[in-house]
């Protein structure tokens, strides 16, 4: 008992600790990007906010240089893992954005730092974090249609492992926007919950586990409250490695059992928790159907 007892307690205290590696950038990292940008003719946005604790935050918009009027424009979002920053979401935007290209469709990517992470100040949370994605979210469209003239037609949403609860978290608390809608989402390694990683990491007590509620990111919770409010129009995509080493490729079936006439499993054989990322023609499909 004293050590089951324990062992809650250590992830409990440890759990930021689990959840979040922030990263900062080096000095020249946000130029170099941006000369990478230019050279395919996309441009570096950056979008700057607050949150209510007064935290100053930045996100990053990337639009083409061109988007003629009888193409769409789609929003595509990218929320990181948990050592990921933008940039890191941004080049695999632009290694990505080859295979999703249509002759009538165009695409904007937004990457946004959680708090503590890149130049941003404060510390990661759920609460944070949601806030966050909204005021980035609306700066972006904000920008797209005062500085650019054109409304984004539908968003499509991919989390990746952490990210995959960041996105599950915002969209399960979201309003649906008539103007804006949610097109596809695609959740990238999810782990089922922050409780049952717990169990998983630490050998907690599944009974116990419950308890660590300090960072409660819960996707069977929220993929579930996703899927009742019908804020995603289109598919429900899962894609995990078969041999995720981090999170256990379980948990991906698990949660594409929540509703199989609405989720998807894409299993990625015999690939880890971060490599999949490179199978840019498994994402491109999820995305551009």
Known sequence: MVIAIGSVALAYL??????????????????????QLERIRLNLQELEYQLQSSHTQKSYLITPSRVDKDQVLRLLVF????????????????????????????YAFLALDYPGYGFNEGDP????????????????????????????????VVGH???????????????????????????????????EMATHMFGVPR????????????NTRDLKKVIESGIVQGKIRIIHGTKDELVPFEMGVSLSKIDETKTHLVPVKDLMHNDILGTYKVYAYAISE
């Open 14 to 35: 440890l759990q930021p600790s689990f959840l979040y590696f922030p990263r900062k950038y080096e000095n020249r990292e946000k130029s170099l990007l941006k000369y």
């Open 79 to 106: 929320f990181g893992g948990n050592a990921m920053t933008a940039f890191d979401g941004v080049m695999w935007f632009m290694d990505i954005r080859p295979h999703i290209g249509k002759p009538n469709q165009e």
């Open 125 to 156: 949370s759920p609460e944070s974090i949601r806030e966050s994605v909204h005021l980035s979210l609306t700066g972006a469209v904000a920008h797209l249609v005062h500085e650019r003239n054109i409304h984004p037609a539908e968003i499509i």
């Open 161 to 195: 492992s952490l990210g995959s609860a960041v996105a599950t978290s915002w969209l399960a608390s979201a309003t649906p926007d008539p103007n804006l809608p949610v097109r596809n989402l695609i959740l990238s390694a999810p782990f089922t919950s922050v409780a």
């Open 207 to 218: 009974i116990l586990s419950p308890l660590l509620s300090r960072h409660n990111w819960d």
